[in-house]
């Protein structure tokens, strides 16, 4: 998850992680490479004492701008690659130069026109078509990449980097840009010998654009010996890159012990120093009674660690005095975007205790969830945990599922 949102919906809302190409363990080529690059110091200084008494020895300013890049000057390389492209505009070396220093500076758009180019004046350049890939890597233009490594497999059949790249790239572009279809399984045992609870869960989300996602589910719920179903959609977009925002609603024909209906709407925010805000409200509405929420969270992200709280303030319409619930939770992410958290909630809640009856009571739980992925396409969800109903009963869940990228 990237640092500053936070998810309240089950299906990740504004999961902007899964839209950007910087995220741990989708670096791309050209980045890996730099960091891989043993830097030197500094820009040659006999060169640019060659440079600076004969300005006009082009030879002297190009291994100047070779030394500069080298060392990770890229803006006095790129400074160096513009001199000399003015006194050639046709030279294939210089524009790969000056590209690099662009791609090196995180300006991939004015990188492309260059490449473009000096590969039509160069089509057998094989660093030329390199950089061309890296730049539309680093724009996420996808399907572009894609037809140029074609291409470049075409053109350099003894070369293994275009296959190798294609490979990466369908990799990446499933992991951020992927649909997700989920199912799953969860059995709840209670205590004083009343009937287990079970359900099970459907969803599929789809993106529409870069980070702008679209979702739409089906839940079934048996307690009490009754079951309810439940419709579920929708929608989350980021309006910066600070913040982003969700929308969601659900609807239980003939319900009894969910919401007949609720819609949800919540917000996340990035603030300094890795942490993060979470807003949400929710409105449902029961059968015999409505239940008003307002959660909010703060997040502090520790390398692959976090750390949160979430207050939630609760309000139904037959009690005057609000209730107060809490949880802490610590995850840890690992791998590609896999993760494990230890939840652990007290205070007050609003729940259906028995068919039509919301009560609001004491409740603790302690819970273990997790989502492991085994591949970039299959992931485990599952979770294990206890909670404490007040005085009417203690639960003890397990839910497993199967998540998949297409």
Same mark, same amino acid.
């Given at each position: ?26 670096? !791309? ?18 060169? %640019? ?84 890939? =890296? ?26 980097? !275009?296959? %190798? ?14 649909? &997700? ?12 010998? /009343? ?17 702008? &996602? ?31 925002? @969700? ?12 919401? %007949? ?18 807003? /949400? ?5 029961h059968e015999t009674v409505d239940v008003d929420t307002l959660a909010t969270s703060l997040e502090k992200y520790l390398e692959s660690f976090s750390i949160g709280y979430t207050l939630n303030i609760a309000k139904t319409s037959d009690i005057s005095s609000p209730s107060f619930g809490h949880l802490l939770h610590v995850a840890r992410e690992y791998g590609?975007?896999? =993760? ?7 205070? %007050? ?45 203690? /639960?003890?869940?397990?839910?497993? @599922? ?5």
């Amino acid at each position: 998850m990237k640092k500053g949102t936070h998810p309240f919906f089950g299906w990740r809302a504004a999961d902007r992680r899964d839209d950007r190409s910087t995220k741990k363990g989708c670096v !791309p080529f050209f980045i890996a490479s730099l960091l891989l690059a043993p830097p030197a110091l500094a820009c040659e200084p006999a060169l %640019e004492a060659q440079v600076a008494a004969r300005p006009e020895d082009s030879e002297a300013r190009d291994a100047l701008a070779r030394s500069c890049a080298r060392a990770g000057e890229h803006a006095k390389a790129l400074a160096h690659y513009d001199r000399l492209l003015a006194h050639d505009s046709a030279n294939v070396d210089w524009l790969l130069g000056k590209s690099q220093a662009l791609l090196a500076l995180q300006r991939p758009r004015e990188a492309l026109a260059l490449l473009e180019d000096a590969r039509r004046r160069a089509p057998a350049y094989e660093d030329v078509w390199r950089a061309n890939a =890296n730049a539309l890597d680093q724009l996420d233009e996808f399907a572009a990449a894609d037809a140029l490594l074609t291409d470049a497999a075409a053109r350099f059949p003894q070369a293994t980097w !275009p296959r %190798e790249r294609r490979a990466a790239l369908a990799e990446r572009r499933l992991m951020e840009r992927g649909s &997700r279809v989920f199912a799953d399984l969860s059995y709840e045992e209670l205590s004083g010998d /009343r009937p287990a609870w079970k359900s099970a869960s459907i969803g599929f989300t789809r993106p529409l654009g870069e980070a702008r &996602r679209v979702f739409a589910g089906l839940h079934l719920e048996e307690r009490f010996d009754t079951r309810d179903e439940q419709f579920l959609v929708g929608w989350s977009d980021w309006l910066s890159d600070d913040w982003s925002y @969700g929308l969601s609603a659900d609807f239980s024909p003939d319900a009894e012990i969910l919401p %007949e209906w609720s819609v949800t709407a919540e917000a996340g925010r990035a603030l300094p120093q890795d942490w993060s805000l979470g807003l /949400r409200l929710r409105h449902a509405s029961h059968e015999t009674v409505d239940v008003d929420t307002l959660a909010t969270s703060l997040e502090k992200y520790l390398e692959s660690f976090s750390i949160g709280y979430t207050l939630n303030i609760a309000k139904t319409s037959d009690i005057s005095s609000p209730s107060f619930g809490h949880l802490l939770h610590v995850a840890r992410e690992y791998g590609d975007a896999s =993760n494990i958290a230890l939840v652990i909630g007290f205070g %007050e809640e609003a729940e259906t205790v028995a068919p039509g009856v919301v009560l609001v009571t004491d409740t603790k739980s302690v819970a273990l969830r997790g989502l492991h992925w085994t591949s970039p396409a299959w992931a485990i969800r599952w979770d294990a945990g206890w909670y404490e109903q007040g005085d009417f009963y203690d /639960r003890y869940r397990v839910r497993l @599922g199967l998540e998949h990228r297409f």
